[in-house]
């Protein structure tokens, strides 16, 4: 299990509002930030990789951006403006 708070902590940071998003079932944990009630902004964390996808509960995850790099995830979501 990996301890999420640097991650959350680095996040809140740019924009505020992410949370720790993680399930039982996934295979890693994960990190969101909600725009509505249907769509969010999703982290993946699997031993450092990252992966950017917007979800959408209708159809699904879109992947934005895949890394092993995380200033680049934190780069992606201050271009992101999300507020």
Same mark, same amino acid.
């Given at each position: 299990?990996i301890? /999420?708070?640097p991650y959350? %902590?680095s996040l809140n940071?740019k924009v505020?509002?992410?949370? &720790?998003?993680?399930?039982?079932?996934?295979?890693c944990?994960?990190?969101s930030?909600?725009?509505?009630?249907?769509?969010? /902004?999703?982290i993946w964390? %699997?031993?450092?990789?990252y992966t950017?996808?917007?979800?959408? &509960?209708?159809?699904g995850?879109?992947?934005?951006?895949s890394t092993?790099n995380w200033s680049?995830?934190?780069?992606?979501?201050?271009?992101?403006h999300? %507020?």
């Amino acid at each position: 299990m990996i301890d /999420l708070t640097p991650y959350l %902590d680095s996040l809140n940071a740019k924009v505020s509002g992410w949370i &720790d998003s993680s399930y039982g079932n996934d295979h890693c944990e994960s990190l969101s930030f909600e725009y509505s009630c249907d769509t969010r /902004l999703r982290i993946w964390i %699997d031993e450092g990789q990252y992966t950017v996808v917007f979800a959408d &509960d209708d159809e699904g995850n879109q992947v934005m951006l895949s890394t092993d790099n995380w200033s680049s995830v934190l780069l992606y979501v201050d271009s992101e403006h999300i %507020d």
